[in-house]
């Protein structure tokens, strides 16, 4: 590679076939890039052990980016076949140390690492030959299928800047040198910090859905606030800054801590950052792949805990309160700077994009109208979290990637570090992590009298999870019974073992704990997790809040509580994991029941969740089925629904005939009924369905 | 002019602003050659003569292009303000000579020629702008905004076309020749006609989306058919040839005529085409503007019946069976002349787009491998009724363009004539007309063993029409009661006097029949002809039929009678009207009764409606509202709701505060109840919906 890293494609242009190259060279350059930085594992046996005790083994995400594409395209229905399908799978989920994220490794048997690489080879192909023959017209939007392929790069390029931390985690013995990944090769004394003063502004975030860059769902919309005079430092903090606050005893004295952080302190046992090594009287300092003398002038490197403990200590001792930048006031420094966004900016004036080093730089190395790191050299914590822009809305293809983070506990990251490409690097790129996280981050100071006021209960202002919340906790309305407890009902008078239960598509997890009264264990798996996250935090902080609609926006807000619902002394059976039920992980086995309520004319393959369940039913197992029989193009391609529709004679197919032919194999038919269910749309419009519970016993 | 028309513009390209400017030249030389054929009305007093006794006054076709736009463009939400709301109410409808366009002249004033041409100037430099400001994207789509600008010029076209037609019936007094109009200068002896054979093939009709010419709604879609060999004349079929017909007394012989034609000579007391003119003892022709001798060699120029009538005279006198060509031969003998479609065809190879003459040709001046005129010329009746290709859809901006043709009534004509251009010439371009009415059409005939075998019942295959139909005229659901039915007693409630009703929004008439039980008389108004056709076939035809979704793709067929729905007696009562509430023509007022179902939340601007409908009523009338108040943003921005949001001071305003404060003004509130509706979309899903019930009585 000549130029390391490439800068993204633009969304708009004249030439079409000119766009397919570009788009098909950022492709290629983006899955080279991921392959080569796993060159630094030095051993295929390496690829089994984890970085981290709470993440996957890096086997997991050398398939993962792959594996995303597969996923997206055959949920967008762009291709049909999978390539494998036990890949795609296990190498679906998990990677953000969510509570549904499936990390127990032991549940999998991980592929060898030849056969990853020779099915990264075949998705290669795939998607190239896609990027030749997807239809394509300029600008590209959202709508369209190739938008799907530059959301396979972009994920790719986050798990380059991701996957990076986690190697440079791993025990020295683990990797090796890469002969491209140059590491910095000067450093200094520290440099002392001064601030500078920043005028308030009012400030506009968000970006237009015709901007000409690829976003998250995340960027879209509209944010405005004004922001008052603030005072910024100008370097970002320093090992040698931060420094002071260690030898202080900063990571022992728990008042400059929060409840967080002394939790994470307790947990991880730290007394310094985490690429800090006290090695014979002295620090030193951890880059990707080997140990170098502290490079006192170099950003550190800490998570937003650390970030904030350092903000009280200095406080404490000037005087002066300090804290993260908000991200309205970043860009404030951003504007100060003079900044532009790329492709305008010249990638050499920063240290970001590969461009420079495989590490962090001296903090005084780069320097904008007097500011230095603006963008680059390591990501800036703020102390807003993420939270939604106005007007925004879920991409189809991968609805939870920023809604299971809009929870008060992911802390926006800003401006960019030396392993950032892509969209990350991009002016109105948002990512954010929990604060516990190491990233290649470290942060610079404020000071500054705004305060945050994000008030924000995800599923408020989610109103397809909010309409599902009134579903399945609201009221009863036009006479008709609660469904998801009626369900529950139905499973218990069929079932004669109650060892374990899987509810599938549990949506927003009222079946899941219902089941919890009469089953010892239950598992709630649902495509999407901004569902699952309902469930989760009922679980977990005991309550959830909704919106429900009544007159056009106007809504009515409700809160249910797990004492109301009588589920405190349950909740600890019941687990909620994210799962496709047309690819689902071999781990999930051994149930006495399945419930599948309202999900099998929503899959894009019903039949291959319907051929294959019995497998995972105990003997005598009971699989109950309901569903309206609502197939519609937009969820299930015609080739692939159960009936409705004629065959080849002209005859007349229905759902329940198909089901009795798949499922007549393995299964006895034992009962069916009509069970009605409402589901709320305003306070005077509903969708009024009679669902067919069919309930199957395993032969 | 130069070039008198221009070729349509393409819809795709590379150069997005060069699109602009061949969009504009496009449009002002449609506009253009629009105003032009008007300078054959010898002076404005003639604008307000008709041609037909069936049609409007010139002067209503004059505005009518122009307000199409506005009306189009406001209805799509794409502007915001009308330019005269007046001249865009009358001159909206009323041009197709259907059941319920509104020809009472007598009803309107009509605005003087100089302010229509003022009007049309504005028009024009409205569209001119949007023209350069409109988002524009390659290829243009059907969704694109651009596309409602096309639609506007095409159907300019298409005026242009009919209203040449229109001019050419005028009587000669009222009109003068235009030196830029030639008349085709030579003429001869009929030419002998000839057979010719053409080889049996699989025929595929219909026209992908992405196609690259613009395209109306019944051309997408597919359909194929095997067509067999058959013989097609040579020439289409001349003066010379037509006037052995005459003068063996065709007109006077009733078996050559089927029943419509029939009808058609007892009305008209046709005596020989309708161009024809006898005078001193022979035949003269009239062309647009002066009469000329019997060009014996020029096609004829028939409606559908005197072509049909010709077809039996020869084969009775040849013994031999012709008809008039089917859609599907017409396409086989479209291949064999080896035609291309615009722009590749050069329009100097036939007589069309105004290339050579304004008017006919003799018959021989055009071949194409042999075969004459097979486009250009004059057009060509084909024995086919117009029908939906398998996957038609209606355009959301003019969903009525096809489907109220779509009635085995009106026949589709092939080929295209000397004064067609723009899509009117294309090869897929699909369009009908009574079999009655003259157009610059003739005939040719074939030797043809196919039948055409079209069973068509539209509104079993129009899905939201159908649904309507089930909602109105079908059975009950989920135990509510009909509401249509149940809206037409509590309107009798409250009423004092019952001379005359309207229901506005009537939609498939239902709750209009219903009505007419109490009232002397009653008018249903709808947008949309697709609905209004429903209950004009049950007033005209005694029945109709629709099909109700079970599951899937799946439908079950109904059929109703007005018999067993009790309205025979009052069918006369009942009449149907194209109308738009939010720009109502002045002449629908004076009711007893305005009852408006389901209507207000659909509307592009309620408040339009709801602030004059006092002026329709007579004193004591009363209003009834019902609605479940369901406002989006694809019916109604949300600058014109009328409730659902919250104001400035962060206020909720609910749509029943707002109805009091417009109404109060005018209206007495009497009182308010809550009514249940269901709509089945299938067998397991309904929409179930409470709509308030507010009763006013004009003060």
Chains 1, 2 share one sequence.
Request: a negative charge; charged letters at 30%.
């Amino acid at each position: 590679m000549s130029k390391f890293s490439l800068y993204p494609v633009t969304l708009d242009g004249l030439d079409i076939e000119a766009k397919r190259e570009e788009i098909r060279a950022y492709f290629h350059n983006t899955y080279d890039i991921f392959e080569k930085i796993f060159e630094v594992l030095k051993s295929d046996e390496i690829f089994y052990q984890k970085s981290e005790p709470t993440r996957h083994p890096m086997i997991f995400y050398f398939g993962h980016t792959a594996t995303f594409f597969i996923n997206k395209l055959v949920y967008m229905k762009i291709i049909k076949e999978r390539i494998n399908s036990e890949f795609e799978s296990i190498f679906a989920v998990g990677v953000d140390e969510m509570e549904w994220d499936d990390l127990e490794s032991s549940r999998y048997k991980w592929p060898k690492v030849e056969d990853v690489r020779e099915y990264r080879k075949k998705v290669r192909s795939l998607v190239d030959g896609l990027i030749s023959s997807l239809p394509l017209t300029l600008p590209i939007t959202q709508e369209s299928p190739i938008w799907i392929i530059l959301m396979g790069i972009e994920h790719e390029r986050i798990h380059i800047e991701t996957s990076l931390v986690l190697h440079r985690q791993m025990p020295l013995k683990n990797v090796k040198e890469v002969r491209e990944f140059n590491i910095c090769p000067h450093s200094s004394e520290a440099v002392k910090n001064e601030m500078i003063k920043i005028e308030g502004a009012n400030v506009v975030l968000g970006k237009d859905k015709s901007h000409n860059l690829y976003g998250w769902d995340n960027e879209y919309g509209k944010y405005s606030q004004y922001v008052d005079d603030f005072k910024t430092s100008k370097y970002l903090v320093s090992n040698g800054e931060f420094m002071e606050f260690v030898k202080d005893g900063g990571y022992e004295n728990e008042e400059f801590w929060d409840d967080e952080g002394r939790k994470f302190l307790k947990i991880s046992g730290a007394k310094h950052p985490t690429f800090w090594v006290f090695e014979n009287g002295k620090f030193r300092y951890r880059t990707l792949c080997k140990l170098i003398d502290m490079p006192l002038d170099w950003p550190v490197d800490v998570n937003a805990l650390e970030a904030e403990a350092f903000c009280r200590y200095k406080s404490k001792k000037d005087g002066v309160f300090y804290s993260l930048p908000s991200e309205a006031e970043y860009r404030l420094i951003y504007d100060y700077a003079g900044l532009r966004d790329i492709p305008d900016f010249h990638e050499s004036r920063a240290n970001l994009n590969f461009y420079h080093y495989f590490s962090s730089c001296p903090v005084n190395e780069f320097g904008f109208n007097g500011i230095y790191d603006v963008v680059g050299n390591v990501w800036q914590w703020s102390r807003t979290p993420i939270f939604g822009f106005e007007g925004f809305e879920v991409h189809p293809a991968y609805d939870d990637f920023s809604v299971p983070t809009f929870d008060n506990r992911h802390a926006l990251i800003l401006g960019s570090s030396w392993a950032s490409s892509g969209n990350l690097i991009m002016k109105h790129s948002r990512y954010a992590f929990r604060k516990h996280f190491p990233q290649n981050a470290g942060f610079r100071y404020v000071v500054s009298n705004s305060d945050i006021k994000i008030e924000q209960d995800v599923y408020e202002s989610d109103e397809l999870v909010s309409q599902y919340c009134e579903f399945q906790y609201g009221d009863a309305y036009l006479g008709v019974k609660n469904f998801a407890i009626e369900c529950a009902k139905i499973a218990s008078k069929f079932v004669k073992n109650y060892t374990k239960a899987l509810d599938m598509g549990c949506a927003t997890g009222r079946t899941t704990f219902e089941l919890a009264k009469s089953f010892n264990k239950v598992e709630g798996i649902d495509f999407s997790a901004r569902f699952i996250g309902v469930g989760v935090k009922l679980k977990n902080e005991g309550y959830i809040a909704f919106s429900s609609k009544t007159e056009g926006d106007l809504v009515q807000k409700k809160r249910v509580s797990i004492e109301e619902l009588g589920y405190e002394k349950v909740k600890e059976k019941v687990s909620f994991w994210q799962g496709d039920a047309c690819n689902l992980k071999p781990n999930f086995n051994s149930y006495d029941l399945i419930l599948a309520t309202n999900l099998i004319d929503r899959l894009y393959n019903p039949k291959l969740f319907l051929e294959s369940v019995h497998n995972r039913l105990n003997n005598e197992g009971v699989l109950i089925l309901t569903s309206p029989y609502t197939w519609q193009e937009s969820s299930t391609k015609k080739e692939f629904w159960l009936g409705g529709y004629r065959d080849e004679s002209g005859k007349e197919v229905k759902t329940i005939d198909t089901l009795k032919a798949i499922l007549g194999k393995n299964f006895e038919l034992l009962h069916v009924e009509d069970r009605e269910f409402v589901i709320k749309e305003t306070a005077r419009k509903f969708q009024h369905s009679v669902a067919e519970v069919s309930v199957w016993r395993k032969k």
